[in-house]
């Protein structure tokens, strides 16, 4: 991979080669919440389909940290659709503020958000079944398939290798049907919600950055939806902390002091939720948004639309956002933000869920 001089920021990961990876640029989204709106949808029953969307009530803000929900396994049906959440029009700040731990300049300037539009976002992020039904279907090879392969850690956790015999079938960890789909690059995610799309009538996509943003804080002025707790989040998110550390005790990157038991990719929904009812916004795996990548919040779209990039150019990086299993405490925030270009497998802490149009 190739990337472009000066976008390498300093500090690491726990896994210092996965975050040069990601290449964290940070594009912040959000502070502030200002209407909170949307309410946890309660699984369907079996017998109707599972992206099957509730109407909501708006939901006021009432606090800075909003009160977080229980984990609920998520119950989507490969096929159908992913269990959706509806989030109701709003506004936010977007962006961190100057004394926010872990920040990085390009989460400025701050600005104010209006997501304009009513949509549904994914409760959940896409697993490894719904991506298999997918495959299944249509025959589709990813990138990475077709292509040298997906970046994984090394054995000793210090280093990162891009490997043919590695993709979203085999990261080089175990995975289950439930859990996260990783090694897939920005135009597999696409193909997936397009094939999706066209299978159950319903408009599927990738969210905005913003939509991403404004969801991921669900009402919360903290860094995190939790609060700014960064040793606090092992019941909230899958990242870097002991149990990690203990798998890889050479590793010189940062670790939470809690332990959430797990070193990789976690079960989706295993964590609590947040005030909007959406699971694993934080950590567990990196996600892609529609983006293109800028540089500043400035070129962000106030309606909370996507960016996608100068007129008459083509978009050489599209935003990942929440970080990973293999990201540190202070990386792990609702303002962090990464790229990669779209037609790379990034790593095996990259995914993505979907979005609706309503």
Same mark, same amino acid.
């Given at each position: 991979?190739?990337?472009?001089?000066?976008?390498?920021?300093?500090?690491?990961?726990?896994?210092?080669?996965?975050?040069?990876?990601?290449?964290?640029?940070?594009?912040?989204?959000?502070?502030?919440?200002?209407? =909170?709106?949307?309410?946890? !949808?309660?699984?369907? %029953? /079996? &017998?109707? #389909? +599972?992206?099957?969307?509730?109407?909501? =009530?708006?939901?006021?803000? !009432?606090?800075?940290? %909003? /009160? &977080?929900? #229980? +984990?609920?396994?998520?119950?989507?049906?490969?096929?159908?659709?992913?269990?959706?959440?509806?989030?109701?029009?709003?506004?936010?700040?977007?962006?961190?503020?100057?004394?926010?731990?872990?920040?990085?300049?390009?989460?400025?300037?701050?600005?104010?958000?209006?997501?304009?539009?009513?949509?549904?976002?994914?409760?959940?992020?896409?697993?490894?079944?719904?991506?298999?039904?997918?495959?299944?279907?249509?025959?589709?090879?990813?990138?990475?398939?077709?292509?040298?392969?997906?970046?994984?850690?090394?054995?000793?956790?210090?280093?990162?290798?891009?490997?043919?015999?590695?993709?979203?079938?085999?990261?080089?960890?175990?995975?289950?049907?439930?859990?996260?789909?990783?090694?897939?690059?920005?135009?597999?995610?696409?193909?997936?919600?397009?094939?999706?799309?066209?299978?159950?009538?319903?408009?599927?996509?990738?969210?905005?950055?913003?939509?991403?943003?404004?969801?991921?804080?669900?009402?919360?002025?903290?860094?995190?939806?939790?609060?700014?707790?960064?040793?606090?989040?092992?019941?909230?998110?899958?990242?870097?902390?002991?149990?990690?550390?203990?798998?890889?005790?050479?590793?010189?990157?940062?670790?939470?002091?809690?332990?959430?038991?797990?070193?990789?990719?976690?079960?989706?929904?295993?964590?609590?939720?947040?005030?909007?009812?959406?699971?694993?916004?934080?950590?567990?795996?990196?996600?892609?948004?529609?983006?293109?990548?800028?540089?500043?919040?400035?070129?962000?779209?106030?309606?909370?639309?996507?960016?996608?990039?100068?007129?008459?150019?083509?978009?050489?990086?599209?935003?990942?956002?929440?970080?990973?299993?293999?990201?540190?405490?202070?990386?792990?925030?609702?303002?962090?933000?990464?790229?990669?270009?779209?037609?790379?497998?990034?790593?095996?802490?990259?995914?993505?869920?979907?979005?609706?149009?309503?």
């Amino acid at each position: 991979m190739e990337f472009a001089e000066g976008d390498l920021v300093t500090g690491c990961y726990p896994l210092c080669a996965v975050r040069i990876l990601i290449w964290i640029i940070s594009l912040a989204l959000g502070l502030g919440g200002v209407p =909170a709106s949307a309410q946890e !949808v309660s699984s369907p %029953p /079996p &017998t109707q #389909p +599972a992206n099957q969307v509730r109407p909501q =009530a708006i939901v006021k803000r !009432v606090a800075t940290v %909003p /009160p &977080t929900l #229980p +984990a609920v396994p998520c119950t989507n049906a490969p096929g159908l659709g992913p269990e959706m959440i509806v989030i109701e029009a709003g506004r936010f700040v977007m962006g961190s503020p100057s004394n926010e731990a872990g920040r990085l300049e390009q989460e400025g300037p701050q600005r104010e958000i209006v997501v304009v539009r009513p949509f549904a976002i994914a409760r959940c992020e896409t697993t490894v079944a719904e991506f298999r039904a997918f495959v299944v279907a249509t025959g589709y090879v990813t990138q990475a398939e077709a292509g040298d392969g997906c970046y994984v850690v090394s054995e000793a956790g210090t280093d990162i290798e891009q490997r043919k015999d590695r993709h979203w079938r085999d990261p080089g960890f175990p995975q289950t049907d439930a859990h996260p789909v990783v090694c897939v690059s920005w135009n597999d995610a696409v193909a997936y919600a397009e094939w999706l799309s066209r299978r159950t009538g319903q408009i599927y996509r990738l969210p905005t950055e913003a939509e991403w943003e404004y969801t991921a804080r669900a009402g919360s002025a903290a860094s995190r939806f939790w609060g700014d707790d960064l040793n606090a989040g092992c019941d909230f998110a899958n990242a870097a902390d002991q149990a990690l550390k203990r798998h890889y005790p050479t590793s010189k990157g940062s670790f939470a002091t809690c332990d959430d038991g797990t070193i990789y990719t976690a079960p989706v929904g295993r964590f609590k939720r947040n005030a909007f009812g959406l699971s694993d916004m934080l950590g567990n795996v990196w996600e892609w948004v529609r983006d293109c990548s800028a540089d500043t919040l400035e070129s962000v779209p106030a309606a909370g639309t996507a960016w996608e990039g100068p007129p008459g150019e083509n978009c050489a990086w599209r935003v990942v956002r929440g970080g990973g299993w293999g990201g540190g405490p202070e990386d792990v925030r609702s303002a962090i933000r990464g790229r990669s270009a779209p037609s790379v497998a990034t790593n095996s802490d990259l995914g993505f869920r979907l979005a609706r149009n309503l």
